[in-house]
Nanobody, 125 residues
Framework: QVQLVESGPGLVRPSQTLTLTCTIS??????????WSWIRQPPGEELEWMGV???????YYSPPLKSRTSISRDTLKNQFTLDLAPVTPGDTAVYYC?????????????????WGQGTQVTVSS
């Protein structure tokens, strides 16, 4: 069974870098069966897809966030990481890592079948 667990800081200062890690169990990040994404939900708003890393390590990003976002993976640790910089209070949200089966539309949160529990990140001085 595929499981995902997010980890990272709950509070980040404005202008700093937010780094979140997603640890995967039950499958390998390097297999070609899933797309691996970061998705967030600001308070009172809809889920927002941020970016994806595919089974071969290729990354794609949401255009509005592309200049501030980087996703990388560590196949030995079976993890993928989100870096977002510089952050502003508008980046306050619950952040999720999620997996969608290959062939689905990775930009749509509704296509994701496996989710982490989510981690609250607050950007504040």
């Amino acid at each position: 069974q595929v499981q995902l667990v997010e980890s990272g800081p709950g509070l980040v200062r404005p202008s700093q870098t937010l780094t979140l890690t997603c640890t995967i169990s039950g499958t390998s990040i390097a297999n070609d069966f899933y797309y691996w994404s970061w998705i967030r939900q600001p308070p009172g708003e809809e889920l927002e897809w941020m970016g994806v890393v595919t089974g071969d390590g290729t990354t794609y990003y949401s255009p509005p966030l592309k200049s501030r976002t980087s996703i990388s993976r560590d196949t030995l640790k079976n993890q993928f990481t989100l870096d977002l910089a510089p952050v502003t209070p508008g980046d306050t949200a619950v952040y999720y890592c999620a997996a969608a089966e290959r062939g689905r539309s990775w930009t749509l949160p509704s296509e994701y079948t496996h989710w982490g529990q989510g981690t609250q990140v607050t950007v504040s001085s």
